[in-house]
């Protein structure tokens, strides 16, 4: 019989106390050297996008395959609980924060298997990786294609020597269809952001091409529990509150990436799009986290709109908690402010917290995760110097835009607007924004 330690966010039915005996083998049809000889599964190779996010709309094929070999693990078990039994509402209010009770998730924790204060850490075999994972638990392996064309094979080994890159089920799911891609998964990456795995993020949100299918991606220290490169994804049909949040346009690098920042949201936070390919969106925004990761700042990402846009999250509530300034009030929800929780799916543990949500409540939690203005300007300028650009942000006013859908944005109003000077860039590197 199978006993399943109980730990911060299971992601697989595997994962253990690192003092558990393994002096008898394996014996778990795991993706290590024992196992993997043989294994196979099916490829899933996207095809080449040009352009930044999905442009003509794919065949659904890979929104099928991901549903129905989920759907699949579902009726064979695989999951800690039923996420389709977990009560789920809207929260009365401007910005329609998603509650779901889910009493079961965080049971039984023990402490986290690494510093939560530290952004950058080196992989640990010892601890739980995704190595350790049942194959039973993997869905398909995932690339971007060389071509124009989409390439599916139902049957494909296991490369142990070029690193295939794998969709995995989250054993304690949020929401249907709740997955992991985890990039290059033999490499051992460590949980940081690179370019190259960024960029294979993108094409799977733009080659699911449903904007309510997003990604998700936690840093060390913004309440990711594996120290083993990794991104979420869910599909939930409505608009995320961070996806309504009204924002002002900031810069407009040469490549044609516009940065803004959300206002009037609970969580200081920068959106990127556009671009005159996904390459370029990708590349500034991993120049912008490498920049974070490289200063010890924790933060979180949402990749939206079928890959066109990217809100990214600094954050400090571990911070804030480490040295006791989250108010009891917020501490005893025992929420962590995660990527789905500063994008409005609040996650709760307590059914009275479920049945007294609130816009306010919400609010007042997300809020604590949030940077001050001030630090939030100098990150910012961290980024901005990252990026090649300057931004005076009190010489440009930018143009606030509601984003009423996560599949476009509507102008709200429009407010002057005018150049400020480059004063650490040339013209060919960064662009204000006119």
């Known amino acids: 019989m199978l006993k399943i330690k109980r730990v911060p966010t299971v992601v697989s039915n595997y994962q253990k106390d690192e003092s558990a005996d393994e002096s008898v083998g394996c014996g778990r049809n795991c993706l290590g050297a024992c196992c993997i000889n043989g294994a196979r599964l099916p490829l899933y190779a996207c095809k080449k996008l040009d352009k930044s996010g999905a442009g003509e709309k794919p065949v659904a094929f890979l929104e099928s395959l991901v549903l129905g070999e989920w759907e699949d693990r579902f009726q ?21 924060f998603v509650a779901q009770l889910n009493e079961g998730r965080h049971l039984k924790k023990r402490p986290t298997e690494f510093r939560v204060d530290k952004v950058l850490q080196s992989f640990d075999g010892n601890k739980f990786n995704f ?42 799911p949020i929401e249907y269809g709740h997955v992991l891609l985890i990039p290059r998964v033999l490499d051992c990456l460590p949980q940081r952001i690179d370019h190259k795995s960024l960029l294979l993020a993108l094409h799977m949100a733009a080659e699911a091409a449903n904007p309510y299918f997003r990604l998700g991606y936690n840093s060390l220290g913004a309440f990711a529990t594996i120290n083993h490169l990794h991104f979420q994804a869910y599909y939930l049909a409505m608009p995320f509150p961070l996806e309504k949040a009204p924002s002002k346009k900031m810069i407009t690098t040469a490549s044609g990436v516009k940065i803004s920042e ?56 571990a911070e804030k908690q480490a040295l006791g300034e989250v108010s009891p009030e917020v501490l005893e929800t025992q929420v962590n402010p995660a990527v789905w929780e500063i994008s409005g799916h609040m996650v709760l543990k307590r059914k009275e917290d479920y049945e007294g949500a609130s816009e306010e409540n919400a609010w007042r939690l997300l809020a604590e995760a949030s940077l001050s203005e001030e630090r939030f300007k100098e990150v910012n300028a961290l980024i901005f110097e990252a990026i090649g650009c300057s931004y005076q942000g009190e010489e440009l006013e930018g143009t606030v835009v509601g984003q009423d859908n996560p599949s476009g944005s509507v102008n709200q109003k429009s407010n002057r607007t005018h150049g400020g000077p480059i004063t650490n860039g040339t013209a060919s590197e960064c662009l204000v924004l006119q």
């Open 76 to 96: 064979r078990g695989l999951f800690r609980y039923d996420v389709t039994a977990c009560e789920t509402k809207v929260i009365p209010g401007k910005y329609g």
């Open 131 to 172: 190595t350790k994972v049942g194959q039973e638990e993997l869905l398909f392996q995932f690339e971007a294609g060389e071509d124009g064309e989409v390439q599916f094979f139902p049957c494909m080994p296991l490369d142990a020597e070029n690193s295939p890159s794998v969709v995995a089920i989250n054993v304690s």
């Open 262 to 317: 959300l206002l009037s949201y609970p969580v200081r936070s920068l959106l990127f799009e556009g671009g005159s390919s996904m390459q370029d969106l990708s590349d500034t925004v991993s120049d912008a986290c490498v920049c974070l990761q490289n200063n010890n700042i924790p933060f979180n990402i949402l990749i939206a709109d079928c890959g066109r846009q990217i809100f990214l999250m600094p954050q400090c509530y």
